[in-house]
């Protein structure tokens, strides 16, 4: 378990010595939390890269560094993980642009996040609260709804920003299954207490898939 940012911020130095060409880190998961205050502690660090150039030099660096890659766990089943890497206490969840089915690294996450690190190669940035809320209603990991419920509460939601990052993931995707799963998930934090104003809209959008699959199945 990491329960200092600055064990991660060490980290990223260490990475950054072992590129030689420029890589951009999106984090995405408990380690934003843990950045924010709103977690004491993560074990999981989700990086995500935006091109397979990153990834691959990426890959090379945390191979160096004498990390080892893993097969995926339990509750990722929903997850597009390219790669698991376990070094002691750290275990870096590696995505290449896409974070799970269908659901990918936008324009719109990009110029939401936060740089919060330039190094020689390496820059990092921290996914917005909205994006990593939404990415953590994709998951079935132990702890990601009680994270969810943290982002909520500890800090000014954009719910609008939440919507329309699920209406432009599901119009590039081609594959809105996944609303379903978000809807799922949303439920159970409503069942927590949670207020989620946009509920009406993402009921809608979950009608919509159903429908469509309905009518699919029917002309078969």
């Not at 329960?3 to 991660?8: A, G, H, N, T, V």
Request: charged share 30%; proline share 2%.
């Amino acid at each position: 378990m990491i329960s200092d940012f600055k064990e991660l911020t060490k980290l990223f130095g260490e990475i950054d010595k072992s590129l030689d060409k420029k890589a951009h880190f999106y984090v995405i998961g408990g380690a934003m939390l843990l950045y924010h205050g709103m977690k004491t502690a993560t074990k999981d660090i989700d990086l995500v890269v935006s091109k397979e150039s990153e990834y691959n030099i990426t890959r090379n660096a945390l191979r160096k560094l004498n990390f080892a890659a893993k097969a995926p766990l339990f509750g990722h089943e929903k997850i597009d993980l390219s790669q698991i890497f376990v070094r002691e206490d750290f275990r870096i969840d590696l995505f290449h642009r896409a974070v799970c089915k269908g659901f990918c690294l936008s324009g719109g996450m990009i110029r939401r996040a936060q740089k919060i690190l330039e190094l020689k190669y390496l820059w990092v940035f921290l996914c917005s609260p909205e994006d990593v809320f939404l990415f953590k209603t994709f998951t079935e990991r132990e702890g990601d709804i009680a994270d969810c419920l943290n982002i909520a509460r500890q800090k000014k939601i954009n719910w609008s920003t939440i919507l329309e990052e699920v209406k432009d993931q599901i119009k590039s995707s081609g594959n809105p299954v996944w609303i379903t799963w978000v809807g799922e998930r949303l439920d159970l934090l409503e069942d927590r207490g949670l207020n989620i104003p946009i509920m009406k809209e993402i009921n809608e959008l979950r009608g919509k898939y159903f429908d469509d699959l309905e009518k699919r199945q029917t002309k078969r």
